[in-house]
T-cell receptor, first 111, second 114 residues
Framework: IAGITQAPTSQILAAGRRMTLRCTQD?????MYWYRQDLGLGLRLIHY???????GKGEVPDGYSVSRANTDDFPLTLASAVPSQTSVYFC??????????FGPGTRLTVL | QQQVKQSPQSLIVQKGGISIINCAYE??????FPWYQQFPGKGPALLIA?????SEKKEGRFTISFNKSAKQFSLHIMDSQPGDSATYFC?????????????FGKGTKLTVNP
């Protein structure tokens, strides 16, 4: 593992289903973030975590939850997916100089 | 106040030309201004960043110009190449409640024609 990995790469999901997007980093960064990217809207922060055991809400948290049981993993859960959650999801971690490193993304389609 | 406004939405430049992307912000609490480059199907990657105590930073063909009084910053790509064709995002960082967050512009799709 080098940097941030995300899984799955892409997923098609029926509305109402539960889905967890996985994110793992190997850089031992304390802070991690989840963004969604939609055409014309840029990247919007969903949830963040400053350190293991803590989480916070971003700009668009509704319908999403996160947990941070350890430093490396930061899963994002959609409890009951809706079509408006169709998006590309990026996980990121923050380095020592405030730079953020992004994963390759998960493309999610909710039908 | 939390917005970062980016322009233009799209930009077409000839090979060898200069690409210029502009961003503006309102909140003077922003203290770090990175630019990200994103290729199709990939995650954003940090390109270059600047802090507000510096007016310009250059790394190779990429330069950030920062105007603190105008609350504007821009990315200049000199000698633009077809391989620079990507979407570019400006961002601004702010500390809130003990956490550092990035606010992104909406992006500029750059096309460099050969």
């Amino acid at each position: 593992i080098a940097g941030i990995t995300q899984a799955p790469t892409s997923q098609i999901l029926a509305a109402g289903r539960r889905m967890t997007l996985r994110c793992t980093q190997d850089m031992r960064h304390n802070a991690m973030y989840w963004y969604r990217q939609d055409l014309g809207l840029g990247l919007r922060l969903i949830h963040y975590s400053n350190t293991a055991g803590t989480t916070g809400k971003g700009e668009v948290p509704d319908g999403y939850s996160v947990s941070r049981a350890n430093t490396d993993d930061f899963p994002l859960t959609l409890a009951s997916a809706v079509p408006s959650q169709t998006s590309v999801y990026f996980c990121a971690s923050r380095g020592y100089y405030n730079e953020q490193f992004f994963g390759p993304g998960t493309r999610l389609t909710v039908l | 106040q939390q917005q970062v406004k980016q322009s233009p939405q799209s930009l077409i430049v000839q090979k060898g030309g200069i690409s210029i992307i502009n961003c503006a912000y309102e909140n003077t609490a922003f203290d770090y201004f990175p630019w990200y480059q994103q290729f199709p199907g990939k995650g954003p990657a940090l390109l270059i960043a600047i802090r507000p105590d510096v007016s310009e930073k250059k790394e190779g063909r990429f330069t950030i110009s920062f105007n603190k009084s105008a609350k504007q910053f821009s990315l200049h790509i000199m000698d633009s190449q077809p391989g620079d064709s990507a979407t570019y995002f400006c961002a601004a960082s702010i500390s809130q409640g003990g956490s550092e967050k990035l606010v992104f512009g909406k992006g500029t799709k750059l096309t460099v024609n050969p």
